[in-house]
T-cell receptor, first 118, second 114 residues
Framework: GAVVSQHPSWVICKSGTSVKIECRSLDFQATTMFWYRQFPKQSLMLMATSNEGSKATYEQGVEKDKFLINHASLTLSTLTVTSAHPEDSSFYIC??????????????FGDGTRLSIL | GQQVMQIPQYQHVQEGEDFTTYCNSSTTLSNIQWYKQRPGGHPVFLIQLVKSGEVKKQKRLTFQFGEAKKNSSLHITATQTTDVGTYFCAGTNAGGTSYGKLTFGQGTILTVHP
């Protein structure tokens, strides 16, 4: 159980393109989803917390207009990197907690999306 | 803000040797979770510790949570090549208002030589 699907796995696109990444919880309802960014051999940096039916909570230094997050249902959250540039190239990973997003809930991670902007 | 420090950053061991990674938080934690990320993969949840002084075991892995709930460790006995990967600790700040938000340590990259 607790499977999180993330799509696409790889994206290569030109500078200026907007890229949408989907994160789905397949066998449970996720009130809360999290979006992380990870550079090679580094830790996961939380970008934002996505709550179903409300606005996402962004971490300090993360541009809201650059990284658009939508959590339209209990099983789907999307991250759109708008007008992507080479510096946005990274590994983006989503995770989901169970219903209620209560404390002490483990997070279940998607496989990640490797984004390369040319 | 909350910081979670993890050491060492890298650890190279011979197969059969033991391995330990340590995690320290700048603030008291509500709970601490441990994850393993294989090369090219995504983090996979290993375990969660909630109680002060808690010790949990999973086969060759032993997890500890400090009495003050500010530090934790993961010890692997007799490492195997399948243990290769990056081990992350991640904590939830006690009294935090953001449900479920984790702060990850930098991770320890474990290499096991056969």
């Amino acid at each position: 159980g607790a499977v999180v699907s993330q799509h696409p796995s790889w994206v290569i696109c030109k500078s200026g393109t907007s890229v949408k990444i989907e994160c789905r919880s397949l066998d449970f309802q996720a009130t809360t989803m999290f979006w992380y960014r990870q550079f090679p051999k580094q830790s996961l940096m939380l970008m934002a917390t996505s709550n179903e039916g409300s606005k996402a909570t962004y971490e300090q230094g993360v541009e809201k207009d650059k990284f658009l997050i939508n959590h339209a249902s209990l099983t789907l959250s999307t991250l759109t990197v708008t007008s992507a540039h080479p510096e946005d190239s990274s590994f983006y990973i989503c995770s989901a907690s169970g219903v209620g997003g209560r404390l002490n809930q483990p997070q279940h991670f998607g496989d990640g999306t490797r984004l390369s902007i040319l | 803000g909350q910081q979670v420090m993890q050491i060492p950053q890298y650890q190279h061991v011979q197969e059969g040797e033991d391995f330990t990674t340590y995690c320290n938080s700048s603030t008291t934690l509500s709970n601490i979770q441990w994850y393993k990320q294989r090369p090219g993969g995504h983090p996979v949840f290993l375990i969660q510790l909630v109680k002060s002084g808690e010790v949990k075991k999973q086969k060759r892995l032993t997890f500890q949570f400090g009495e003050a709930k500010k530090n934790s460790s993961l010890h692997i006995t007799a490492t195997q090549t399948t243990d290769v990967g990056t081990y992350f600790c991640a904590g939830t700040n006690a009294g935090g208002t953001s449900y479920g938000k984790l702060t990850f340590g930098q991770g320890t990259i474990l290499t096991v030589h056969p």
